[in-house]
Nanobody
């Protein structure tokens, strides 16, 4: 059973920064394409960023490009999301997801974390 546990969320003022972490159980973390998603109140879950198995490729939603950075440490089974220049529109529950099927370009996310709340005050 693969488990994903996010941490690092909280309350931050506009313009501030947060770093989210996602620890993945199991021995096959390095074989997963990993992604971050977010869901604001009353809205659908949206894609934020993804990273390839070895970290060499990343892709971002336009809304976060240039402000957020996704990274991973395969030795620690951990995924990160560095979020800078936060604004009120970034307020959401953030989820990490592991894609054990598909490809980097079209991953199938089989496993999800429980989410961590990020609130940006203006």
């Amino acid at each position: 059973q693969v488990q994903l546990v996010e941490s690092g969320g909280g309350l931050v003022q506009a313009g501030g920064s947060l770093r989210l972490s996602c620890v993945v159980s199991g021995r096959t973390f390095s074989s997963y394409t990993m992604g971050w998603f977010r869901q604001a109140p009353g809205k659908e879950r949206d894609f934020v960023a993804k990273i390839s198995t070895l970290g060499g490729n990343t892709y971002y939603a336009d809304a976060v490009k240039g402000r957020f950075t996704i990274s991973r440490d395969n030795a620690k089974n951990t995924l990160y999301l560095q979020m800078n220049s936060l604004n009120a529109e970034d307020t959401a529950v953030y989820y990490c997801a592991a894609g054990s099927r598909g490809s980097y370009h079209l991953p199938i996310y089989d496993y999800w974390g429980q989410g961590t709340q990020v609130t940006v005050s203006s």
